[in-house]
């Protein structure tokens, strides 16, 4: 994970808004690490890295101010973008296509299952909550167009919730500025702890079936 870590950051360090603009347009239907994006490009905001610099259409930015408010601004349309395309993508496409397809999108039939069932029950919080739940925020664009969510309504809230996840992320990066360093050689940590868990939750998941099917197996 921590190859992927440095891959996001070294894109958004050489590419700056635009990288961070594409990078959540990608999240908006597929996890592309926005935790890291808008953290780091805080932290680029914040002058943080003396061989980068936040710079728009060709002109730098020197204003701490101004550098954060452009970076959350990339953040924030890029990701509305790639949720109105991942909302058409299930509109017009249909429950069909994707039960073909979705395998690309990590969208299994069960998972659209529960996110019909989710947005018929929760209706607009599902979308501007989803917003702010990582991971789940990566898949609510292409369920909300396949359960017919009126679009006007469906961009304002994921407007609403977009902005506050960049503006969040985006200031404990400003916050952290030079600290950024540290706190990534530290996340590394975090990282092997989070592989370690999602290995043994596989692990968990391979043995309860392989009981289930034991009984079946046998019989044969």
Do not use: N
Not at 24 to 48: F, K
Not at 61 to 83: C, K, L, R
Not at 172 to 193: I, K
Not at 195 to 215: C, D, N, S, T
Request: aromatic share 12%; with cysteine; net charge neutral.
């Amino acid at each position: 994970m921590s190859e992927i870590t440095d891959a996001l950051t070294r894109a958004v360090g050489d590419a700056g808004v635009y990288a961070v603009f594409a990078l959540m347009l990608v999240d908006a239907v597929l996890p592309a690490g926005s935790e890291i994006v808008m953290l780091y490009a805080g932290a680029l905001a914040a002058g943080a890295f003396p061989d980068s610099e936040v710079s728009l259409f060709g002109a730098g930015i020197d204003s701490t101010a101004w550098g954060y408010t452009v970076m959350v601004a990339a953040g924030t349309i890029g990701y509305w973008v790639g949720s109105a395309l991942g909302w058409g993508l299930g509109a017009y496409g249909g429950r069909p296509l994707l039960e073909r397809h979705g395998r690309w999108l990590h969208l299994t039939p069960e998972k659209l299952d529960r996110a019909e069932t989710w947005f018929a029950r929760h209706g607009d919080w599902a979308v501007f909550l989803g917003r702010i739940v990582p991971v789940v925020r990566s898949f609510i664009s292409v369920p909300a167009g396949v359960a017919e969510m009126p679009f006007g309504r469906y961009a304002g809230l994921t407007l609403a919730g977009s902005l506050i996840w960049c503006l969040g992320f985006a200031g404990a990066g400003l916050a952290l500025g030079t600290g950024w360093e540290r706190f990534h050689e530290q996340s590394r940590y975090a990282d092997y702890v989070i592989v370690g868990l999602v290995v043994l939750a596989a692990a968990y998941v391979a043995v309860r079936v392989w009981r289930r099917r034991g009984p079946a197996g046998g019989a044969r």
